[in-house]
């Protein structure tokens, strides 16, 4: 599956924003998903990731209780929803998908998208 990655921009913090993740190739519902993210300096880090069907997701604490994640196998598309941002929510997002059990590993993922950025401005 070919993932690709959009919706970032340039927010205030406090605002709000939507990033999707669409794929492409056959049976995506088979597969878990997940968002990641990377700030300048700083290491690759666990976001969110949902079950393949939508009825189990997980949070890193960080983001728990601002962000949510869903996906629509209709349309063969991962979102992620972010209020509250914060200037340290600042980022390359990735979304990556994987055969199996969903989690907070990076491992767990064969496929990953190009990334969008986000900048949350103080």
């Known amino acids: 599956v070919q993932l690709q990655a959009s919706g970032g921009g340039l927010v205030q913090a406090g605002g709000s924003l939507t990033l999707s993740c669409a794929a492409s190739?056959?049976?995506?519902?088979?597969?878990?998903m997940g968002w990641f993210r990377q700030a300048p300096g700083k290491e690759h880090e666990f976001v969110a990731a949902?079950?393949?069907?939508?009825?189990?997701?997980l949070y890193s604490d960080s983001v728990k209780g601002r962000f949510t994640i869903s996906r629509d196998n209709a349309k063969n598309t991962v979102y992620l929803q972010m209020n509250s941002l914060k200037p340290e929510d600042t980022a390359v997002y990735y979304c990556?998908?994987?055969?199996?059990?969903?989690?907070?590993?990076?491992?767990?993922?064969?496929?990953w998208g190009q990334g969008t950025l986000v900048t949350v401005s103080s």
């Open positions: 190739g056959r049976a995506f519902n088979s597969y878990a």
């Open positions: 949902i079950n393949w069907s939508g009825e189990s997701t």
């Open positions: 990556a998908a994987g055969i199996g059990n969903y989690g907070p590993y990076s491992g767990a993922y064969d496929n």
